[in-house]
């Protein structure tokens, strides 16, 4: 457990050595003192890996994590929080990160209630939608994004509504507001939404490391099952 949790942070310390040396400062009054010594020691295996092998990684370390001490645990989750807000804006990994943690680890410590259905029509989150594949396609290199968009959106509203242009980029809150109410959807839907994201992941043949991660939070927000899409090659941004 002291090393998962080093690793974790390792992973969020920021490339910019001014903004890391705040990060690990303001972590060293908040951290446990082992943990601390632990991320001194791994931070430069950490950075060094590749960007497709971090949610793997990840993945590792979970079990580790679920032993943590209530105690412990609340205090992983304010020293995650601590990291992700330093450069007061939030990446992609980082979101991935924060819902990947509070899909796979909050259950393990808490009583959490399954989400309420309120939306059962797909037509009722067809804006929330838009803007999750949209940030997708935004996140991606494709000829014909517009195109991608009306192909992917199909999967989701088939024959219910016409189907909006493509939204411009937006920002990770945005995103963040449509999956919290695209959770509140039918397994269906939710179903049908995964698989518009996933059309647009695979629409150029290769998976980027953004693309796979954005969609990991996505599915790690709706609760579904990750897509066996790993096979193919995952390329740098």
Same mark, same amino acid.
């Given at each position: 457990?002291?090393?998962?949790?080093?690793?974790?942070?390792?992973?969020?310390?920021?490339?910019?050595?001014?903004?890391?040396?705040?990060?690990?400062?303001?972590?060293?009054?908040?951290?446990?003192?082992?943990?601390?010594?632990?991320?001194?020691?791994?931070?430069?295996?950490?950075?060094?890996?590749?960007?497709?092998?971090?949610?793997?990684?990840?993945?590792?370390?979970?079990?580790?994590?679920?032993?943590?001490?209530?105690?412990?645990?609340?205090?992983?989750?304010?020293?995650?929080?601590?990291?992700? =807000?330093?450069?007061?804006?939030?990446?992609?990994?980082?979101?991935?990160?924060?819902?990947?943690?509070?899909?796979?680890?909050?259950?393990?410590?808490?009583?959490?209630?399954?989400?309420?259905?309120?939306?059962?029509?797909?037509?009722?989150?067809?804006?929330?939608?838009?803007?999750?594949?949209?940030?997708?396609?935004?996140?991606?290199?494709?000829?014909?994004?517009?195109?991608?968009?009306?192909?992917?959106?199909?999967?989701?509203?088939?024959?219910?509504?016409?189907? =909006?242009?493509?939204?411009?980029?937006?920002?990770?809150?945005?995103?963040?507001?449509?999956?919290?109410?695209?959770? =509140?959807?039918?397994?269906?839907?939710?179903?049908?939404?995964?698989?518009?994201?996933?059309?647009?992941?695979?629409?150029?043949?290769?998976?980027?490391?953004?693309?796979?991660?954005?969609?990991?939070?996505?599915?790690?927000?709706?609760?579904?099952?990750?897509?066996?899409?790993?096979?193919? =090659?995952?390329?740098?941004?």
């Amino acid at each position: 457990p002291f090393t998962a949790r080093a690793v974790v942070y390792a992973l969020l310390l920021d490339a910019s050595k001014s903004i890391r040396s705040a990060q690990l400062k303001a972590l060293d009054g908040q951290a446990d003192a082992s943990v601390m010594r632990e991320l001194l020691e791994v931070h430069a295996m950490v950075s060094a890996l590749d960007e497709n092998l971090r949610i793997p990684l990840l993945e590792l370390l979970l079990p580790a994590l679920k032993s943590l001490s209530r105690l412990h645990y609340k205090q992983f989750r304010q020293c995650t929080a601590l990291l992700i =807000k330093a450069d007061q804006q939030v990446s992609v990994f980082e979101y991935m990160l924060h819902r990947m943690l509070i899909r796979h680890l909050h259950p393990a410590f808490a009583k959490v209630k399954p989400a309420e259905v309120f939306f059962d029509v797909a037509s009722e989150i067809a804006e929330e939608a838009g803007q999750i594949v949209s940030m997708l396609i935004h996140e991606g290199e494709h000829d014909d994004p517009d195109a991608l968009f009306a192909e992917a959106m199909s999967h989701l509203l088939a024959w219910q509504m016409d189907i =909006k242009p493509m939204l411009p980029p937006s920002d990770i809150s945005v995103l963040d507001q449509a999956l919290s109410k695209a959770e =509140k959807t039918t397994p269906e839907i939710k179903r049908r939404l995964v698989k518009a994201c996933v059309t647009v992941v695979l629409a150029d043949g290769q998976v980027r490391v953004n693309e796979f991660e954005l969609l990991r939070a996505v599915c790690d927000a709706l609760d579904c099952p990750m897509p066996q899409i790993g096979l193919l =090659k995952i390329s740098s941004y």
